[in-house]
């Protein structure tokens, strides 16, 4: 399935389906929700409302959202999730949907678990409103449809507010400070940033004056030198 990242899908006349809209409550009592060996079928966008939760994946990755961090899901993700939280009436807000580009060709936002950080507080009013909307007696699908086309365009708006070039790679930075003795790959740092490897290596050499290999490659022997 083709993947186009948000900030460029955003720019075309991309298509969803809107499939439904669920509160999900993080009881206390039995935290975790595992979906290894049963692939998830559709997209899922979440809102998480007021709890820390813990994403393992099915290749080892370990994701860590908090209150209001919007996480993407796509079709076919395997893991764990637990909610870390004390607050018995923890929740979030989840979307199932499908995206499609101009040619009406499913596509994918990201083949890996995707995890937002926006700094828009209307994303929360507007996955209220769809809550509202969607337990109505009588829904109206293209006003929902709506609610989430703003969502999309909101966060995507988000994404490139920060797009300057040192903004844009800081979320790879702070990985590579952190894991540089795990020998991260630049793919998987790239995926931080929502942009390809190549441009995350150009952008990189263009900032630090050094590749990311080599970058790392110090980090490593000066840690050894210690």
């Known amino acids: 399935m083709k993947i186009i990242p ?130 109505s007696p009588s829904p109206l699908i293209a006003e929902k449809k709506s609610i989430l086309y703003m969502i999309l365009s909101i966060l995507t708006k988000d994404i490139l507010s920060n797009s300057t070039p040192a903004a844009l790679i800081q979320p790879g930075v702070d990985y590579i400070f952190t894991h540089y003795h795990e020998r991260p790959k630049i793919s998987d740092i790239a995926k931080l940033c929502y942009i390809s490897p190549e441009y995350f290596r150009k952008l990189f050499q263009e900032y630090f004056k050094v590749s990311p290999t080599k970058y790392i490659n110090t980090l490593r022997l000066n840690k050894a030198k210690e």
């Open 6 to 135: 948000l900030y460029k899908l955003c720019k075309q006349d991309y298509h969803l389906k809107f499939l439904s809209y669920i509160t999900m409550p993080q009881a206390i009592s039995n935290p975790t929700f595992s979906c290894i060996s049963n692939p998830k079928k559709q997209d899922l966008l979440l809102y998480i409302n007021d709890c820390v939760t813990q994403y393992h994946t099915k290749s080892g990755n370990v994701l860590t959202t908090k209150p209001g961090n919007i996480v993407y899901i796509p079709t076919g993700s395997e893991y764990e999730v637990t909610c870390i939280s004390d607050n018995p009436h923890s929740s979030t807000f989840q979307i199932n949907l499908n995206f499609f580009d101009e040619e009406g060709d499913p596509i994918r936002l990201s083949d890996e678990i995707l995890i937002f950080n926006p700094k828009n507080n209307q994303l929360k009013d507007l996955f209220e409103q769809l809550s509202l909307l969607h337990s």
